[in-house]
């Protein structure tokens, strides 16, 4: 039926795969270092203005959510999107040359991303950072990717799209929306003439900032560390352990759930805020509601390994899967229990909101990224995988770090919020803001070790790959399902 | 003001409730068309496994074929 030399191109994937684990040491290197910044203060005045935690926390977040996971997502989309439509992307020039213009300017944008942000050019709304100049140039990389993806879609051989592709569309369609929307702003200098040409203002203002901001925000952790992490899941943990999807009408049914509920639950970052109650109330709700789609799709990839958890037992890989998943759950329960009104006026801007940020993305992107790569490296380097060995040391190195960061920020929040509240017999504060210092530094300590141990197995990940490149451990045709490993 | 108040809470009610019929009648139709035989859900596991380049799709795609077959009548 088809040409017998053609095969599935990698080398799209191979390139955001590199970025991916480079991005994710860089992400993360910043991110401990700004952690042991909080326990010890004096480590803000190594480097000058470009060492401080202001400067480097948008580094952090921006690197780990728009590099390290949306490379990990690019690199699974080139080749999971081959795969499950039977369509090599060398069989269009265009389409093909379109997803490597994509890699190049991704490049070029995440690079100017962290120099104007270290040199401390930023729009000050969170996680959208960045400056008009690069919001455009995310247009244009992001219309790419569009279009490589609609590409692929329409030159498939299989007709029906596989759920990680449904997952993957949903991903583009909504940072597309997402992004537009929020970073609506009017650049200064070209309006007024004053000022540095880089910088802009926001389009709205006061209240309606924050409700566009935190609607973006929120939908920002949706799309770029829910959904695609799911089209990842997907596909890998199936193709891993052999098991066909438990229920492939579940996972369709958690996914018009998971699009309609998660859009509206934006607005519980900003409950006892200036924007109506019924607002507050909804996004309170939504989330809530968000835990039937958010543990419908995990639930499916635990029951995937029905009949099967001796694997578990015997593959890092599946380890890494199995445990994300089962981190997907704590996260998505904790997250709406964050936002009932009553835990919300506790927990809010306390440590317990990073922790929760954390479990998440620590405990489910970057374990999937992480389990991802090295199921594609035996693929794309027709080589074994270097060390088993090393991979189940990272597992447990990494989750070792993952459960002492949540469980720091945790006892760190709790304890936070209640002594901000506590008052004694007269209604005066029992105690002022340094008091909770002093009390955190420990859990702050801890926190800054999870996340060096993290970082360790970064570049155990990092090592584990670049070896499985050179291995002398060739094999001779592709595996079917589990990744072959040395010892 | 009031009346306003009254009004939201019928709407919102009687969209809670449209908002539920549409997920169940989803999910009836899920199940009706594996029951009359229009669809197979389940077999659509399968493009995850079954995903080498040379083998037979697990539901081939006419439009590709037609292109095809176009393409060398040309």
Do not use: C
Request: charge should be neutral.
């Amino acid at each position: 039926m088809q040409n017998a030399a053609l095969e599935y191109d990698y080398s799209v994937a191979k390139w955001f795969t590199y970025l991916a684990i480079i991005f994710g040491i860089v992400g993360m290197v910043v991110g401990t270092y700004i952690a042991f910044e909080l326990a010890f203060p004096e480590l803000n005045n190594l480097f000058g203005q470009y060492g401080t935690f202001s400067r480097l926390r948008p580094i952090h977040t921006n690197v780990v959510a728009f590099g390290f996971t949306l490379s990990g997502t690019f690199a699974t989309f080139y080749y999971v999107a081959q795969r499950v439509l039977k369509v090599s992307i060398a069989e269009s020039k265009t389409v093909h040359g379109i997803a490597k213009l994509h890699f190049w300017l991704y490049l070029v944008l995440a690079a100017w991303m962290v120099v104007s942000e270290l040199m401390g050019y930023t729009t000050s709304k969170e996680y959208a950072e960045m400056e008009w100049p690069l919001d455009v140039l995310t247009v244009v990389v992001w219309v790419l990717w569009g279009i490589a993806m609609f590409g692929l879609i329409g030159m498939r051989r299989e007709k029906t799209l596989y759920i990680s592709m449904w997952y993957y569309i949903a991903t583009f369609l909504g940072v597309a929306m997402l992004y537009l929307f929020n970073n609506m702003e009017v650049p200064t200098y070209f309006v007024t003439g004053m000022g540095d040409w880089m910088h802009s203002v926001s389009m709205y203002a006061g209240t309606n900032d924050a409700l566009v901001q935190w609607w973006y925000g929120h939908n920002a952790v949706a799309f770029v560390f829910t959904v695609p992490i799911i089209a990842i899941i997907y596909y890998y943990l199936p193709k891993e352990s052999g098991q066909p999807v438990f229920s492939y009408k579940l996972s369709l049914l958690s996914f018009w759930g998971l699009m309609f509920v998660y859009l509206w639950a934006g607005s519980h970052h900003l409950i006892y805020s200036t924007v109506p109650d019924w607002m507050q109330t909804m996004g309170s709700i939504f989330s809530i509601v968000l835990i039937l789609p958010s543990w419908g799709s995990a639930i499916n990839m635990l029951l995937t390994m029905k009949g099967e958890w001796n694997q578990l037992k015997e593959s890092p890989l599946i380890k890494f899967m199995v445990l994300a998943s089962t981190f997907y759950m704590l996260s998505t329960l904790e997250g709406p229990i964050q936002s009932i009104k009553s835990v919300n006026a506790l927990a809010h801007f306390t440590d317990w909101i990073p922790g929760h940020v954390h479990d998440g993305t620590l405990g489910w992107v970057a374990f999937m990224i992480i389990a991802a790569t090295l199921h594609m490296a035996p693929r794309f380097y027709k080589r074994e995988i270097y060390s088993k060995k090393l991979m189940e040391m990272q597992f447990w190195i990494q989750t070792t770090g993952i459960v002492l960061y949540f469980s720091s920020m945790w006892i760190a929040g709790i304890t936070q919020g209640m002594m901000w509240r506590a008052v004694d017999q007269y209604g005066n504060l029992a105690y002022s803001f340094i008091d909770t210092v002093t009390v955190l530094h420990p859990y702050y300590t801890i926190r800054a070790t999870g996340g060096l141990l993290f970082v360790i197995g970064l570049f155990m990940w990092a090592y584990n790959f670049v070896k499985t490149m050179q291995s002398d451990r060739v094999l001779e045709k592709e595996p079917a399902f589990a990744s072959p490993m040395g010892a | 003001m009031e009346q306003i108040r009254e009004l939201q809470a019928y709407g919102y009610f009687f969209f809670t409730v449209f908002l539920t019929v549409v997920l169940y009648a989803y999910i009836v139709h899920l199940y009706r068309a594996e029951k009359k035989g229009t669809r197979n859900y389940e077999k659509y596991g399968k493009l995850a496994l079954d995903d080498e380049l040379h083998r037979a799709p697990v539901e081939p795609n006419e439009d590709e074929d037609e292109m095809k077959e176009n393409k060398e009548k040309k």
